[in-house]
């Protein structure tokens, strides 16, 4: 719904231009302000009241001094990328102060344009920090709590404090700065409409836009004194401003924008693009372009680029091009800096060494894009032939530098229709194709597992297929459905195997009754994110290590052990889980990340259960488990899921679930443990 509120918006927007196109920005005569302006005369200046109301103990409370300043609007909120804050600057050029106003009011732009003079009388509002940064704001009554918090000052109050000055608007010169100034010493600035010259955008966004539709994103800058791009210093964009869809400018020049900080990250925010003239050959010489000719070029299909595989690697050599429907891409995170294409005659991976690819309108799913072929590599990763960079003598990504000369858009834009197959009838030839298979369910086995890793599904006549997800897609840790019904996914191929990967959840929407007639419900009965360890009990047995929680997990917090290389054995033991007798079956799962090896002769976590706990870990009759734990300790890449522990026996009994954790001199392994359930099904 957001896309078409953005598009309604955006029509008012270009209707309002239009019929206001014959008021010019740079004239500067009185307005006519049908006895809405008052002159005032200010009691403090910017400067005085920031360092005022600076400090904790005078912000975030209400003023009662009758406290008059002034300041000359410096932002805009007519394009939609400046949204409910207005920016002020102590005086039209050369100013020394900004300054941050939060309201709750849009298209601001009408009673305060850019230029404007403006009096804010401070009685009654209140300075406050966001994103650590100091603007006047208003403190909000919650009628529930009958508490007040800092936030935006309302509407219906912001012309009773912001007055418009009578005069005629003046001409808000930018003051010109250098991105390597972007430090504490800069920061009385911020709110002050400012100037980059010799500035442009990093090369890997070249033919990027300023932001996907709906998405507000950071797009990094540079210039001669910072030419290495940095998260430190970039141009917000919001995806609802009018010119958001708007591609990047390639070149370089001078960019123009209200400076702004979110904590470390220094920030510009654009007024309008006309602001910025950044069309100049860029700091290396180039002059890149973000259009692309298929004149005296041979197109190809999917079919004829992977021909060019015979066996091996492959440059290819010839001045041809690509164009294909974009299939699937990583929008959920299943898939990672690759995306998937097809036409007529088969479906490609396409790898290209770029993050959040669904947010270029080049690689939406549905649209169909241009991929220049010449230089590009075609080859075999795992049996699946791929295009793609050079990477250690095989295939790999199109390098960031690199994307713009290969990728282009197009305007045409069609929805994706799935292949029908069956399993029995997959062919090489399917393999990268977007496809659909009817009627599939997950084996038994895997009821209750979470989609995250290798599941199975198969169909009513017993053939069976590999679904593969990340453990970083947004669904991995969704509990499988334990219905039947149909599967839409990318075909892969990993060495002889065919496998499945999906997009989104909806890709195996399984609610139909199984093959056998029936349909398993799964019930939680327990369950926990380790917010705490108030469900457990931590045991010291050797050592000065305890087991606690951590800010990371999946998602934070985690329950957290590591022994300092030092001899420990503690033991974090479940309280009792009582286990109804009216299902078929119970298991327990959790997921584990691992850091460091320890000592390979003494295991560092070991799962026990129990239904009669004690209260000492030395007395009490432990039954060990086989578990499945994360095996890649040398980094933290992720939770891993064990997959379900049987612990159908203690039906109608209590368990206790408990872990044990042993490191020795020397040795230590550092684990996270996360999302802990118990379930049961009848």
Known sequence: MKKYFSIIRIFILSLTVFLTSCVQDDVYSTPDLQGKCQDLTPTKT?????????????NNITITEDIIIEGYVSSSDETGNVYKT?????APENPTQGLVVSVDAVSTYTSYPQGAKVYIKLKGLAFGKYGNVLQVGYMNLDPVTNTTTFGRIPEKLVANHL???????????????????????????????????????PVNLLCNVYAPNGT??????????????????????????????????????????VLSKYNTTYQFYINRVSDLKMNGPRLDGSTPSCSFS???????????????F??????????????????ANDKTGNLYKYIYVEDKTGGIRVN???????????????KHVLINLKDLYVGAVNGEVQLGGLFNTNVGRVLPNDIYKHFFPTTDFSEVIATEKTIAGLADSDVGRWIKIKDLQFIENDLGETYSGLRTLEDCSGKKITLNTSSFATFSGDQLDTGKGDVYAILTKYNTSYELWITNRLGADLDGNRCDGTLPVFTTIFSDGFTNLSNWTAVNVTG????????????????YMDGGRAVNEDWLISKKIAIPSDYSTISFSFESDGRYNSDPNVPSLEVYVTDNYTGNVTTTAWTKKTVNLDTDLNAFAGFVGTGKIDVTSFKGKDLVVAFKYKSVAGFSTTWELDNFSVKGMK
């Open 352 to 366: 290209i060494d770029m993050t959040s690819l669904y947010a270029d309108p080049r690689f939406f799913v549905g």
């Open 216 to 257: 507000s994103v950071d797009r990094r800058i540079v210039d001669p004194t910072r030419p290495t791009d940095a998260s430190t210093r970039v141009v917000r964009n919001s995806g609802y401003a009018s010119f958001a869809s708007d591609q990047l400018p390639a070149g370089n020049g001078t960019f123009v924008g």
């Open 163 to 201: 007055v418009r000055s009578c005069a005629p608007k003046a001409k808000i010169v930018p003051k010109v700065i250098t991105l390597s100034q972007l430090a504490s010493s800069i920061d009385p600035l911020i709110g002050a409409l400012v100037q980059v010259n010799n500035a442009e955008f």
């Open 46 to 58: 910017i400067a005085e009241v920031k360092a005022a109301f600076a400090s904790a103990s005078t």
């Open 86 to 90: 207005i920016y002020l600057q102590d």
């Open 294 to 308: 298929t004149t005296g070029k041979t197109m190809k299909t999917v079919a004829e680029v992977k021909a060019y």
């Open 310 to 327: 015979s066996g091996t690697l492959v440059q290819i050599p010839d001045n041809a091009y690509l164009k294909a429907q974009v299939t």
């Open 544 to 559: 000065t290590k305890v087991w606690t929680t951590t800010t990371y997990g999946n998602p934070a917090p985690s329950a």
